[in-house]
């Protein structure tokens, strides 16, 4: 949601959900948005409001000053971060997000009900939520929501509550309103089974972010390729069985599977002054996911 600061309807939500922002690490988002709220902001200034997670006005487009939405943090630049290759100005220096963790929470704050709206205080119903492979800055933050009924599962025995195939998931049909998977599926040799599961534990009115690194023009795998050091130079990391491009392939997979998907760039429908206060990537897509039909 991005809404002018003159604008009275961000006004009155601001000030419905200052008491809801975070306090400890986070709690530097109360105070600013108390003193935002206070005053009224000069043109051309934006707010971005993130229910649980805090204010950001951006009255400076060519400021550097990095926010995370996740805890609060502000810097004058985030930590260096990459696999192969130290990037810099990308891990934030309070919670360890990164760029997707921001980009996705962002989404859960302003276009879904899993940080506000269903589980609000006067509201007894919960969100069922699986988290594959948690990773732990979005668990630290899911863990603190009490209208949450969340289980991370993995793989690997003791990373996550419990151990799960996510090609053969040990759980009833339509089981969770709310699935999340970030960057999973491209160590998955069968792919479409794992889709197909996720699809079937979700429920009909429920949805998912199933995220995949995607690079390239085409989609890559070979399932002969069994040594990690090839691996690593076909597919990006020595546990990646492929790596999707830019060739619409994973989105067929997914619709094969039983999704439908929208496919949202959330960091550019914010504009660039958020984008780069978040420290997003422009051009990441976010893959929402819902049961076909």
């Known amino acids: ?24 690490p986070a709690g530097v988002a109360r105070s600013v948005a108390r003193r935002v709220l206070g005053r009224t902001p000069p043109p051309p200034s934006t707010r971005i409001v993130v229910p649980d997670a805090g204010f950001v006005e951006v009255t400076d487009p060519d400021s550097d000053h990095a926010v995370c939405p996740m805890c609060g943090t502000s810097a004058d630049a985030f930590l260096p971060y990459g696999v192969k290759a130290s990037k810099p100005d990308r891990r934030c220096p309070g919670c360890n997000s990164l760029e997707r963790h921001r980009l996705a929470w962002l989404y859960f704050a302003l276009r879904t009900d899993l940080i506000g709206g ?6 007894a119903e919960q969100i069922s939520m699986l988290h594959i492979a948690p990773e732990r800055p979005m668990e630290d933050r899911l863990t603190q929501l009490g209208h949450i009924d969340y289980l991370t599962a993995d793989l690997e025995p003791g990373k996550a509550m419990v151990v799960m195939d996510v090609t053969a998931i040990d759980r009833p ?68 069985v492929r790596m999707y491009g830019n060739d619409g392939e994973y989105e067929r ?41």
């Open 1 to 24: 949601m991005v809404a002018e600061p003159s604008d009275p309807r961000a006004l009155e939500l601001g000030r419905s959900l200052i008491e809801r922002l975070p306090t400890g």
């Open 118 to 123: 269903r589980g609000s205080a006067d509201r």
């Open 173 to 240: 049909d339509r089981s969770f309103d709310v699935i999340y998977a970030s960057h999973v599926l491209e160590h998955v040799p069968d792919d479409v089974r794992a889709m197909s599961e996720l699809c079937r534990v979700l429920k009909p009115d429920g949805w998912a972010i199933l995220e995949v690194p995607i690079f390239g023009d085409t989609t890559r795998e070979d399932p002969t390729v069994t040594d990690p050091r090839r691996r690593e130079e076909l597919f990006g990391q020595r546990d990646h």
């Open 253 to 293: 997979r997914l619709r094969k599977a039983g999704f439908e998907v929208d496919v949202v760039d959330l960091a550019t429908e914010l504009g660039p002054a958020a984008a780069r206060r978040f420290r997003l990537r422009p051009g990441e897509d976010l893959h929402v996911c819902r049961k076909a039909g």
